[in-house]
């Protein structure tokens, strides 16, 4: 059941995702699609810390409601707790998706967040807290989830022993599309803890042959059609448990065990020639199965049956020779784990290039460790502890990259300031004079502007004068000054033509205003257009000269800091890791010794019917 | 072997459960509370330490940008389908003011991110305020098997903030089409 409600919960995370992808893409906030771009590559790391930046910057800015992730920020925020999910940080992303269920947000939102939740409770052991979570929803629910709520309900009531609410919530799933087969298997297992055999046996007698779209789907039905074949074998009603273990197909992941109990159930029914049949394709199997070494002893033992003891011996003295390279093999898989080579094949990059590398492993020609840890590797708590020691293997890495790259840091900016330094003082005092100069400029452009706005309410001619125009004006005055008073004729003639002069003088520059008036405005929107190039110029070298202070200035907390905690992390991440690695280099043992045991009983088994066969083969020869 | 004969003789539902359990369970080494929660207990501390080395990364990269691309001179150039066109990206180049400045040629999985809507940070790097050129060019094939390439050059302005440029490609007709947002 666990690797059903894995699968379910891969497959609802995944549609979610992809419909943020939608969402963000029409958003064009470059860095979240960047973010989504490194989810959909399962670069969980980067997606995170992409991700986490953006949402972070996103409520620092002055003004979030005109940041580009404004419109998606709640797709954001879940997408996080997703993306912490699929990082296995379930404590951060159960954090983050209560955030979500708690905030002022839709319908459709809120009950996909209440899922999550669920789920991840679900997936930690807490059926109970999984129910409460899920009794949060209420409104409208994305229809992508609808079953999978419905699913996850009764897995939980059926987690919390109460089989009966389970069986009412997998009934109404009858006819999910998507959950269909899943439904059925859980529905036949709800069935059976409320000891209703009859009709458990019934629904997964309907659970082992739905149709199956897709190789999930074929698999829980084969795994229906075993567990059946099974129950109906436990029962001793033979003929229908082979019938139903023969719909368990040949080439999926059922299919040995299928076989061995096959051959049993022929065996139980005293059809020892039709076991043959189930065996003898069996033996010819990876030898490394348990099924198959069971089938190693079980086919010369139905032989034995047919009184065909000469075959029998010969099997037997197979199966001796087969158990007896097992259990060398696993005896130097059990060496090689205490050496460290399990340790070092699961850090090998090329093996770790997709999700099957789990299944790749075992079949790395150059770690026989490996070969025997297949039921082992495929333990929820097993493939936690190995990909967390494959993510501390990747962050110790990356610690060690970026406490290279902050030696680099500190190198540029040495040479940084080794480069400004000197110059910088000699470019201030230079710029400092050429700021004052500027700034007078201005105050003159800005007095000029006043004096011209004024001239607009009051005209006063004098004011857009000539040189020549107030020399003349200057000159005026002067000569009126020195004629004074005096009435001689002399003066009062010269007087007069000085009036004249004063006279047109005025006239021109009456005349003239306007359009004076209309050229000095050109003139001004004219040097306003230069003033405005200098200014940016003038920033354009405030900010060069800014940044180059920025480019060795201010650093040293920083890296100073980083480095004291990249150092401490990588302190504390070495030994969990070695703590980490010892776990599973103690439990792949245990599962080692566990094998080991069980194929020298075997191999003593064998042995002793080796003998004894041969003995009967002898004796049958004799007579 | 004799003794799954004789165990079958006992068919009762208690014991049918037992064999389910039997089939379907964990190992037996991890059957045991104790290597299941010293497993936990160092999920935990491995979840703690993932927290932190992702806080010491998103500071990392705020003092990389700081250091290395600062606003005034920061231009970063992301690449996007423009729709979820069936036709298969090889490679882009991009270059800046005639320099090559990038250059990626895709995976499978790299390509089906960008299919699936993600955007592509492909070059950061630094330029002065004022006008510049990009020039885009890509190579594909196109749902029907055919190669298409396409090249073109947009004119762009650097002003004080950091510079975001997109690059949208298409070419499901096998017409190549290259469009820059934020230019």
């Known amino acids: 059941m666990p690797t059903v409600l894995a699968t379910r919960a891969a497959l609802a995370a995944a549609a979610l995702l992809y419909a943020g992808a939608a969402r963000a893409g029409d958003s064009h906030d470059l860095y979240f699609g960047e973010a989504l771009y490194h989810a959909y590559q399962e670069h969980w790391f980067e997606a995170l810390e992409r991700l986490d930046s953006e949402v972070a910057q996103h409520f620092r800015v002055d003004e979030p409601g005109l940041d580009s992730l404004a419109p998606f920020i709640a797709t954001a925020e879940f997408d996080v707790g997703d993306f912490e999910l699929r990082y296995r940080m379930h404590q951060r992303a159960g954090r983050a998706i209560t955030a979500v269920l708690e905030a002022d947000v839709p319908d459709p939102v809120r009950n996909d967040a209440a899922f999550r939740l669920a789920r991840l409770d679900f997936q930690k052991g807490q059926p109970q807290d999984a129910l409460d979570a899920l009794a949060r929803i209420h409104g409208e629910v994305p229809e992508a989830i609808r079953d999978d709520v419905e699913f996850l309900r009764a897995n939980a009531q059926l987690a919390l022993g109460r089989p009966e609410q389970a069986v009412a919530l997998l009934e109404q799933l009858r006819g999910s599309e998507t959950l269909g087969p899943f439904s059925a298997y859980n529905l036949g297992i709800a069935l059976l803890q409320e000891e209703r055999t009859e009709d458990a046996l019934r629904q997964l007698d309907r659970a082992g042959q739905v149709e199956a779209l897709d190789e999930p789907a074929r698999a829980i039905r084969d795994k229906s059609n075993l567990v059946l074949g099974t129950l109906l074998f436990e029962a001793s009603h033979f003929g229908p448990a082979q019938q139903s273990l023969d719909r368990v197909r040949l080439d999926g992941p059922f299919s040995n065990q299928a076989l061995l109990r096959a051959g049993w159930a022929d065996a139980a029914a005293q059809n020892f020639a039709r076991a043959v049949v189930p065996w003898s394709l069996l033996a010819k199997r990876d030898a490394t199965d348990a099924a198959v070494q069971e089938a190693l002893l079980a086919l010369p033992y139905a032989y034995s049956h047919l009184d065909v003891h000469g075959r029998a011996a010969l099997l037997y003295g197979d199966a001796v020779a087969t158990l007896g390279t097992q259990l060398q093999r696993v005896d130097a898989s059990i060496a090689s784990v205490r050496k460290g080579a399990f340790l070092e094949a699961l850090v090998r990059e090329e093996i770790r290039q997709d999700e099957e590398w789990v299944i790749r492993l075992r079949s790395l020609p150059d770690a026989p460790e490996t070969f025997y840890l297949a039921t082992l590797m495929a333990s929820h708590d097993f493939q936690t502890a190995l990909q967390n020691y494959l993510d501390l293997e990747d962050m110790r890495r990356r610690l060690g990259r970026w406490l290279a790259s902050l030696d680099a840091f500190e190198d540029a900016i040495r040479l940084r300031r080794a480069h400004y330094a000197p110059l910088l003082p000699e470019i201030d005092a230079e710029f400092r004079r050429l700021d004052a100069r500027m700034r007078l400029r201005l105050e003159q452009r800005e007095r000029l502007r006043e004096r011209l706005n004024d001239l607009l309410t009051t005209p006063r001619p004098e004011h857009l004068a000539t040189t020549d125009e107030q020399e003349l004006g200057a000159w005026i005055e002067s000569a009126e000054e020195r004629l004074g008073e005096a009435s001689d004729p002399q003066n009062e003639t010269l007087r007069r033509r000085v009036a004249r002069l004063r006279g047109l003088l005025s006239f021109a520059l009456e005349t003239n205003y306007q359009e004076r008036l209309t050229q000095a405005h050109a003139h001004l929107a004219a040097l306003e257009g230069d003033v405005a190039r200098l200014q940016a110029r003038h920033e354009a070298f405030v900010r060069t000269r800014q940044a180059a202070t920025h480019s060795y200035v201010g650093y040293d907390e920083t890296i100073a800091g980083l480095r004291s905690r990249a150092s401490a992390a990588l302190e504390r991440l070495s030994s969990l890791m070695t703590r980490q690695g010892e776990v599973l280099e103690r439990v792949a043992i245990a599962e080692l010794e566990s094998r080991r045991e069980r194929i020298a009983t075997s191999l003593s088994q064998a042995r002793f019917a080796f003998a004894d066969s041969y003995d009967r083969a002898a004796k049958a020869q004799a007579h | ?183």
């Open chain 2, 1 to 183: 072997m004799a003794a799954i004969v004789g165990a079958s003789r006992r068919a009762r539902t208690g014991a049918a459960l037992a064999t389910l359990v039997s089939l379907f369970a964990a190992p037996a080494v991890l059957a045991g509370d104790d290597a299941k929660r010293e497993m936990r207990g160092l999920d935990e501390q491995v979840q703690e330490v993932k927290s932190e080395v992702l806080s010491i990364a998103t500071e990392l990269d705020r003092l990389e940008e700081r250091l290395l691309y600062p606003s005034n001179t920061q231009v970063a150039v992301f690449v996007s389908l423009a729709s979820r066109e069936p036709f298969r990206l090889d490679s882009v180049q991009i270059q800046i003011d005639g320099e090559p400045v990038a250059r990626h040629v895709y995976s499978f999985k790299e390509l089906e991110a960008l299919q699936k809507g993600g955007v592509q940070r492909i070059y950061t790097g630094n330029v002065a305020t004022g006008e510049h050129q990009i020039e885009v060019s890509f190579a594909g094939v196109t749902a029907s098997g055919a190669d298409f390439s396409g090249s073109q050059s947009f004119g762009f302005s650097k002003g004080a903030p950091p510079k975001l440029l997109e690059v949208s490609l298409g070419g499901a007709s096998g017409e190549a089409s290259i469009q820059l947002g934020g230019g």
